[in-house]
């Protein structure tokens, strides 16, 4: 999965940094703040509109639920009701498209009553309870939203169990969405719609397998056992002429389909829509009829020849026929990309005016995306889920050499590309171990791991993506197809035993490293046709906005505790109000040790890496104010001075 917004916020602890999107609006907010009567305002519009919305759902509610035709369920012996498990009931969905309004109605119809969903899928933003509207029973049981577990939830708000609910939301295809998007947008009105979003735990009493609606005990609520595939009915509904689609079923105004496969919180993408799909040998596409031409053209030219070197490489045969979407939104400036792979399916939404330019940074970075995410169709659908490392790791590496075989770069540019993604690992990591460090390095880390042992499979006449090869095809011998860290350790053993070659891989891994992990970066990556040298940061090959961002972490680090919160803008980097921080809190950086940022963001990082351990760093902050930063004894500092050229 790859997200690439052009302006994110950390938020995180020192060791383990967190990346995620910071919309305009908020950071407008952050920076001019927002009166007290406006929020108020704001406040009772949206409980205005709120209401007049829970008002039209309780109208139009006995259309928006589906009754599902009588099913026989054998009651369980009266003297046993207690004792046995409680039978997983059946969940019947009806999502509703409202083309015009575009909005969604679904409505869920339970077997046997409940007293509320938690949903398995999380959002950090709370997305559901802050945007969504709940009724129950057509507005005749109360509910609430809640949080259990850690998940959000629709909870009854007495002890009246409920066995209908329907949700209503506006369309969401924000680009800054954590995780995989709700729905994206086609330029044309059409519309993707994620069905794994839906899936749910019920939250029941211990009398749930009872077809009436007895009074419960909320002090009494559990949750049975997970729901499968085949517990849960999708009814898909839009306007009468227009189109529905979900793998290979498609259909005018109303589609019913029922999974067999997978689990209900993978789901997969419904699309609402007239776009005729296009079928090759190797798959089936919907392409946005707004992308550029010469993007078009691309993905019928590469998308073919990318999957057959993945195959080769491997030595795993494509097993499904992926069911490729693409959005596109010439709004915004630059190049944004999002995109994610589901069981079959992978889905890509680019925006932005830099894709009409047709040059070479568009096309390295569209041909790119479109090799990392075809490659999770290996790693993450015919065999997986994998260690993150392994599984963005991979289809980081394999973007670079699809971009190499099919001559799209050349070599010395793949070796740049080789070498950033090592300087960016190393920055992110710092002393601390791979696995277990979140959201960020696994990206870099994993591809530089590739790299390192593809240099010891090139050694024995193979490649890397022979070793992954071996691994993929190990788990998909495994009930769960999962695979990790140890079976591609014990892969690459059996191409080369020697012991010190696995030695450097653990350390990254599992350990971290603490000192000179530039020389060890460098050594294990240096080859007879792959020279790499060290230097200053100001020499290095280095992505100057990763460096930029660095700049506000490693300062975070010297002065925080455990806890990081800042913002790197092209105004500087501003640090929020954490209690964990003795010296950056509400402050703007605009220059370290003289050297104003973002401008000279490789001269301040460097001025970091080389400070004396006894010296605070210079720092300017807005408005000219200068400031000494000391740095905690226990500061966790990078464990290196040079990067790779």
């Not at 880390?445 to 050694?459: E, F, K, N, P």
């Not at 490293?513 to 530039?518: G, I, N, R």
């Not at 506000?552 to 964990?580: K, M, Q, Y």
Request: a neutral charge.
């Amino acid at each position: 999965m790859k997200n690439r917004p052009s302006e994110r916020q950390v938020v995180g602890t020192v060791r383990e940094v967190v990346v995620t999107e910071v919309a305009d609006t908020a950071r407008r907010r952050g920076v001019n703040g927002t009166s007290m009567s406006s929020t108020c305002s704001e406040s009772f519009s949206r409980h205005l509109k709120l209401s007049a919305l829970l008002a039209a759902i309780i109208v139009s509610c006995g259309s928006a639920v589906v009754r599902p035709a009588p099913r026989n369920v054998a009651p369980a012996p009266a003297a046993s009701q207690t004792a046995n498990p409680v039978p997983v009931p059946l969940v019947d969905l009806t999502v509703s498209e409202d083309p015009i309004a575009d909005r969604w109605l679904v409505a869920y119809h339970f077997a046997h009553p409940v007293m509320g969903v938690s949903f398995e899928r999380g959002h950090d933003n709370h997305l559901r309870s802050k945007s969504w509207a709940a009724v129950a029973d057509c507005g005749k049981r109360a509910v609430s939203w809640r949080v259990v577990r850690g998940h959000e939830a629709v909870f009854a708000s007495g002890q009246e169990p409920f066995q209908d609910l329907v949700l209503s939301f506006p369309t969401d295809a924000s680009l800054g969405q954590s995780g995989y998007l709700l729905n994206a947008s086609f330029s044309d009105g059409g519309r993707l719609f994620l069905t794994g979003d839906f899936a749910v735990t019920l939250l029941t009493c211990p009398h749930a397998n009872s077809s009436v609606a007895v009074p419960c005990n909320p002090a009494l609520v559990s949750s049975p056992s997970a729901l499968s595939v085949s517990d849960m009915r999708w009814t898909f509904r839009t306007s009468k002429e227009r189109h529905i689609l979900v793998f290979e079923s498609r259909a005018k105004g109303e589609l019913v389909w029922t999974p067999t496969t997978g689990s209900p919180s993978q789901g997969t993408y419904a699309y609402f829509g007239d776009i005729e799909p296009r079928d090759t040998a190797l798959g089936r596409t919907i392409l946005d009829p707004g992308l550029p031409a010469w993007m078009l053209a691309s993905v019928v030219t590469y998308v073919p020849r990318m999957l057959e070197w993945f195959a080769k490489d491997t030595g795993v045969l494509l097993s499904v026929k992926p069911l490729v979407f693409v959005t596109y939104d010439a709004r915004g400036p630059g190049l944004s990309e999002q995109g994610s792979g589901l069981p079959g399916v992978v889905q890509l939404a680019v925006s932005g005016d830099g894709w009409a330019k047709n040059d070479d940074a568009a096309r390295v970075a569209w041909l790119g995306f479109l090799g990392h995410e075809l490659f999770h169709i290996w790693n993450s659908d015919m065999a997986g889920p994998g260690d993150p490392w392994l599984m963005e790791g991979s289809s980081d590496w394999f973007e670079t050499r699809a971009l190499l075989e099919l001559g799209v770069i050349d070599r010395a540019r793949w070796q740049r590309e080789v070498i950033k993604a090592s300087n960016a690992c190393m920055m992110m990591l710092g002393r601390h171990a791979l696995l277990g460090f979140p959201n960020g390095p696994e990206y870099p880390c994993g591809a530089t791991l590739l790299a390192w042992a593809d240099g010891i499979a090139q050694g024995h006449g193979k490649t890397v993506g022979s070793v992954l090869g071996a691994v993929f095809a190990q788990a998909q011998q495994r009930p769960d197809h999962r695979y990790g860290t140890k079976d591609f350790l014990d892969a690459l053993a059996k191409v080369d035993p020697d012991p010190k070659r696995l030695e450097p891989f653990e350390r990254v891994l599992r350990s971290g490293v603490t000192e000179h992990a530039d020389e060890l970066y460098q050594r294990e990556l240096s080859r007879p046709d792959f020279a790499v040298t060290l230097g200053p940061v100001t020499d290095a090959d280095v992505d100057h906005e990763k460096a930029y961002k660095q700049v506000g972490v490693e300062l975070a680090r010297c002065d925080c505790n455990h806890r990081i919160n800042l913002w790197s803008r092209d105004t500087g980097t501003d640090f929020g109000d954490s209690p964990e921080c003795s010296v950056l809190k509400n402050v703007r950086v605009v220059a370290v040790e003289g050297h104003p940022i973002p401008k000279d963001a490789l001269a301040a990082y460097r001025a970091i890496l080389e400070r004396r351990a006894d010296k605070p760093i210079a720092l300017t902050l807005d408005g000219n104010k200068p400031l000494a930063l000391t740095c905690r004894k226990d500061a966790d500092m990078p464990p290196f001075q040079r990067l790779l050229r």
